[in-house]
């Protein structure tokens, strides 16, 4: 993708709140759906306020094809116009927000902090993949032993399984502790009881655009395109549910209950100048999965723990380049079968980690398996997450100007029992 003037790092905008350090400048531009007095509108976070793009379109200011498409409180329809829309709004919002440009008279802006995030697209199917090579290698050793830490399909293909839709949930949400089937150790039968190993996962999310023919197919660079834009991700998980479940097909129960997204989709657009290639592959790809482009993203992530009293924790800071495979490979071996591919489908990276003890991604890792606990300087220890602590998850992309991504947040509630 072409740099162009919407990414030039000299541009500032009128909404002062933008320029400097905000991770909303005017080179970001990312879309969300917010509540404004009984409405639901779609806007764009320019600095500390939101641009409101509902307001615009009924004014007639901006103009996406022949139907509108921000009036339904999500941002499917617009994602369902494809790139050529995308760039050609991102443009005219651009330079509508550029100090050259005067203000509008109209009320179009919002403050951040007096509204309510709502999920910004409805979530048509969500698949979670395992994508970080130092992630899957980490569990695997922890389970099966160094020698077999990667099982042989690994290094050919993007591992993942369809979770649920209906869990994916926006940040700020309160999760509540998830109850099934646990086999406590020494014991042959298992009992219902809530999670005691309850987990959080940092991930990039990629949130699909343009749909696919049945039966159609796409190369990475195609599907690439086909992306509109990403989110941090947060896949809560129950590793002691999990442990009983997922032999042999995988987790089920224990990943179902809660998917954390950032309110604010970051466009591709917005994200070209961060491209960094992909990490060398150990075996040749096949055709369909290889690309020489830079289809990675260079994405700083940090997750902190917020316990119910005391001080936060920084559990790890990791980056999204540490994929192996690159959200556009994800998408195009989901495509590969002739799986149609929707308006609305979330692709989760899995756990991205990084190689060192810093940049673990899960409390699965960082306490190997909940044998060393972590501690905070008030003398409290965790494990894994106890009820009332809260996970929160950043991103950030440092260049010639910096974009953020909002936080990733979610609290433990007590588990509700029957």
């Given at each position: 993708m072409n740099l162009d003037r919407t990414h030039d790092?000299?541009?500032?905008?009128?909404?002062?709140?933008?320029?400097?350090?905000?991770?909303?400048?005017?080179?970001?531009?990312?879309?969300?759906?917010?509540?404004?007095?009984?409405?639901?509108?779609?806007?764009?976070?320019?600095?500390?306020?939101?641009?409101?793009?509902?307001?615009?379109?009924?004014?007639?200011?901006?103009?996406?094809?022949?139907?509108?498409?921000?009036?339904?409180?999500e941002l499917n329809a617009f994602m369902a116009r494809g790139p050529a829309d995308w760039h050609r709004l991102r443009v005219v919002l651009s330079d509508l927000l550029d100090v050259a440009s005067a203000p509008p008279e109209e009320e179009i802006l919002f403050e951040q902090t007096a509204a309510r995030m709502n999920m910004p697209f409805y979530v048509r199917s969500f698949t979670d993949f395992y994508a970080s090579r130092a992630h899957a290698a980490n569990v695997g050793a922890m389970f099966r032993g160094a020698e077999n830490a990667l099982m042989p399909n690994w290094l050919h293909l993007p591992v993942g399984y369809n979770g649920r839709a209906s869990g994916v949930v926006v940040s700020g949400t309160a999760v509540r502790r998830p109850t099934g089937q646990v086999l406590q150790q020494g014991s042959t039968t298992p009992v219902y009881a809530p999670t005691m190993r309850l987990d959080?996962?940092?991930?990039?999310?990629?949130?699909?655009?343009?749909?696919?023919?049945?039966?159609?197919?796409?190369?990475?660079?195609?599907?690439?395109?086909?992306?509109?834009?990403?989110?941090l991700l947060n896949?809560?998980?129950?590793?002691?549910?999990?442990?009983?479940?997922?032999?042999?097909?995988?987790?089920f129960l224990s990943k179902a209950f809660a998917t954390t997204i950032s309110p604010w989709v970051v466009t591709r657009d917005a994200l070209a100048p961060f491209r960094t290639p992909i990490p060398p592959k150990e075996h040749a790809l096949l055709p369909y999965?290889?690309?020489?482009?830079?289809?990675?993203?260079?994405?700083?992530?940090?997750?902190?723990l917020v316990p119910g009293a005391g001080a936060p924790l920084s559990l790890c800071q990791t980056n999204a380049k540490h994929l192996y495979y690159a959200p556009g490979q994800m998408l195009a071996h989901l495509a590969s079968s002739g799986a149609p591919i929707c308006t609305g489908d979330l692709l989760g990276s899995g756990t991205i980690s990084g190689p060192d003890d810093s940049s673990l991604g899960s409390l699965l890792e960082i306490t190997e398996n909940g044998t060393q606990p972590l501690r905070f300087p008030d003398g409290q220890e965790r494990a894994f997450l106890e009820d009332g602590d809260q996970i929160s998850i950043t991103g950030r992309c440092t260049g010639p100007y910096s974009i953020g991504f909002g936080s990733c947040d979610g609290a433990i509630q007590a588990a509700h029992l029957p």
């Open positions: 790092p000299a541009r500032r905008s009128w909404v002062s709140s933008a320029n400097g350090h905000s991770e909303f400048p005017l080179q970001n531009l990312p879309y969300g759906v917010f509540q404004r007095g009984s409405g639901v509108h779609v806007g764009v976070a320019i600095g500390d306020m939101i641009l409101d793009l509902t307001v615009l379109e009924n004014l007639g200011r901006i103009k996406v094809g022949d139907v509108p498409v921000f009036q339904a409180g959080m996962e940092v991930e990039l999310g990629a949130v699909v655009g343009t749909a696919t023919e049945g039966g159609g197919t796409l190369t990475p660079t195609q599907a690439d395109e086909a992306i509109f834009g990403y989110v896949d809560w998980s129950a590793r002691d549910l999990q442990l009983w479940e997922y032999q042999p097909l995988g987790p999965l290889a690309s020489d482009e830079p289809l990675g993203f260079d994405i700083a992530m940090e997750a902190s």
